[in-house]
């Protein structure tokens, strides 16, 4: 039962990367990308010294099993502990919701990411989860908050965009999901691997409903060439950094 937070913070790890008079959630461009090919692999890791658990690392790997015009399906599969959820459980504040939420939200990703939980064993819980997107070369969309309904896609950047650009998502609970553009690099700054390349930074917020000031703000870092390359999660005055090494770096 413990096991979301887990989710709630991988699901996010995929590569999950116009014209302003657009829908800003319509997406066009090419479908075939460097990073969205049938056995693309994209490495994603989070620093368990972050939350205090010594020099340890959560380590997933996500492929892509089909695209079928842009629309594309990665599978994925992690292994934690009971010690490794609670203290991420406690760390993020999740711990002390009201069990009635922590059961909706754990709910909501399961059907969402397709989950399939297996915690017979305390010390060895896998956790497999299946991700879609819509991937091209004018940007990323993804399904997970319209809980894999592929007539609502909700866009997580165009490589077009500008700050202050905007996409905004109400899902069926209430919630009002929205991404801004807050940054564009002029110059290549962003780390990855012994590299430094251009990002555009998308910050996720919940504005209004029941998840309001409940589950913090989600940044996501994005390249054109690589897709999502970075993620930042930001509750209680504190930041977890989760890194992401593309297919085709």
Known sequence: MKTFPILFL?????????????DPNTLSGDPKTEFSNVGDTTTAWFDLRDIGLGNKEIVVDVAVVSNNNGIVTSRGKLVVDTAITHKIDTTLGTATL????????????IRAFNAKIDSSDKNNIKIEFEIKSKVTTEG????????????????????????GD?????DNQGNKFVREVTQRSTTDDYPIGFWLIKVIVVEETIEEGPYKDLLGKITYYTNHKFGLVGV???????????????PNL
């Open 232 to 246: 930042k999660y930001e509750i209680n005055g504190k930041n977890y950094k989760i890194n992401i090494w593309p």
């Open 98 to 109: 009201p069990e009635e939420i922590k059961k909706a939200i754990r709910e909501k990703f």
């Open 140 to 163: 990323i969309q993804d399904f997970h908050h319209s809980e894999g309904d592929l007539s609502k896609p909700f866009t997580l950047v165009k490589y077009s965009a500008k700050v």
């Open 166 to 170: 905007k996409y905004e998502f109400k």
């Open 10 to 22: 991988f699901v996010f790890l995929f590569f999950i990367s116009c014209n302003t008079t657009e």
